[in-house]
Structure formats: structure tokens, C-alpha cells
T-cell receptor, first 109, second 115 residues
Framework: LAKTTQPISMDSYEGQEVNITCSHNNIATNDYITWYQQFPSQGPRFIIQGYKTKVTNEVASLFIPADRKSSTLSLPRVSLSDTAVYYCLVGYNFNKFYFGSGTKLNVKP | EAGVTQFPSHSVIEKGQTVTLRCDPISGHDNLYWYRRVMGKEIKFLLHFVKESKQDESGMPNNRFLAERTGGTYSTLKVQPAELEDSGVYFC?????????????FGQGTRLTVV
């Protein structure tokens, strides 16, 4: 069970790019890196997943260095609606993911 | 397509009573997971069903918790008898496959308050 370390909280302003870095030193060879977003009173929602290098979709980019011991979620031009908790999960199968405390992102006007 | 649905959204019960939470996964999703966040703590895994079989129940805290998934469709999580420390939010998630590149879909959660 790969544990992760993320900043507890981050502040940003609308329109800025936000980068949230996650440390996962004991990542295994088969593990993928997955990021979830959670709004208050809702369940977590999948954002993006990757194994190495860079992955981009319509909402975010995920940067993974060669050693895979960390990863960075990049949110371009955030808006107030991006205020949420972001979780970095590392694992091969979805069961038993370690959610950790996540990063509470606060986007200000 | 309907998402993962959990019932009830909120339940308040007295210590010692029984509560049953229900989860309806996305149709066709063989994999169903239960997680929970007790007050002030992290979201933690409880168990994983593949169809009607328990694939992994290593996260179940004790024998007061019983999960079932008869017929491989919806699942129930019963807490009997409930204790104060069981208060928290119980999440259910489902996925079509189990393995890499698996996106799991979560329900909105059931907030359980034991008084």
C-alpha cells in the first residue's frame, strides 16, 4: 500500500495555473498514479491517471518524472468552481487506495 | 447513464441500533467498493466485491459490520450494533474492470451519525 504525501492546503486566484505535487517514494513498478477531486458533500471524482511522463486531458495535466517518486497535477486557469480537495492515489488496483489527507485547494476571486 | 447511488443520504441512529446502508452501482459494473471517512480522519477502504463475491474485506473494522451483494447488483452495508465511533461518511464506488487504468465512480456518500 503506497502512501503519499501532499500539501495540506493551497491558495490560488482565479485564472492562475495551479500545480499540486505529490510524493510517493515507495511506488511499485506496477503502480499507476491517479488523481481524484472531491467537493463538499460529494464523493471523489476521477480527474486523471498516468504511469510515466506526461498525460493531458480536457481538465488537467499530470507530470511524472522518470523515477516516478513524485507527480504533479496541473490545473490550468482555475476558477472558483475548482475549489475542492484533491487526492493523489498510487496503486495497481483500485481497491485499498490510500487517500491520505489530500490537498485542499482554495481558489479566490 | 445513472451514476452510483447511495441510500440514505443521511442517517441518525442511537448507539446500539442497527443501520443498513445501500449502494446501487453503475449498471454493468462488476466491481463495487466501500470506503468510509470517520470524523477527522482519512478516507479508508473497507471492502471490495467482484460481482457477488468478496474479493477483499481486509478493511472491515470489526464483526459489527456486514456487507452483502446478493446477485451481484446492489450492495448493503449493515452496522449492528452501531457505536459512536462509527459516525462518519460511508462511500460506495464501482468500476467496470479491476486493474490498471481503472476509473472508479463514487456515490455521494451516506452520512451516518450515531448518538
Amino acid at each position: 500500500l503506497a502512501k503519499t504525501t501532499q500539501p495540506i492546503s493551497m491558495d490560488s486566484y482565479e485564472g492562475q495555473e495551479v500545480n499540486i505535487t505529490c510524493s510517493h517514494n515507495n511506488i511499485a513498478t506496477n503502480d499507476y498514479i491517479t488523481w481524484y477531486q472531491q467537493f463538499p458533500s460529494q464523493g471523489p471524482r476521477f480527474i486523471i491517471q498516468g504511469y510515466k511522463t506526461k498525460v493531458t486531458n480536457e481538465v488537467a495535466s499530470l507530470f511524472i518524472p522518470a523515477d516516478r517518486k513524485s507527480s504533479t497535477l496541473s490545473l490550468p486557469r482555475v476558477s472558483l468552481s475548482d475549489t475542492a480537495v484533491y487526492y493523489c492515489l498510487v496503486g495497481y488496483n483500485f481497491n485499498k487506495f490510500y487517500f491520505g489527507s489530500g490537498t485542499k485547494l482554495n481558489v479566490k476571486p | 447513464e445513472a451514476g452510483v447511488t447511495q441510500f440514505p443520504s443521511h442517517s441518525v441512529i442511537e448507539k446500539g441500533q442497527t443501520v443498513t446502508l445501500r449502494c446501487d452501482p453503475i449498471s454493468g459494473h462488476d466491481n463495487l467498493y466501500w470506503y468510509r471517512r470517520v470524523m477527522g480522519k482519512e478516507i479508508k477502504f473497507l471492502l471490495h466485491f467482484v460481482k457477488e463475491s468478496k474479493q477483499d474485506e481486509s478493511g472491515m473494522p470489526n464483526n459489527r459490520f456486514l456487507a452483502e451483494r446478493t446477485g451481484g447488483t446492489y450492495s448493503t452495508l449493515k452496522v449492528q450494533p452501531a457505536e459512536l465511533e462509527d459516525s462518519g461518511v460511508y462511500f460506495c464506488a464501482s468500476s467496470q474492470v479491476w486493474g490498471t487504468n481503472t476509473e472508479a465512480f463514487f456515490g455521494q456518500g451516506t452520512r451516518l451519525t450515531v448518538v
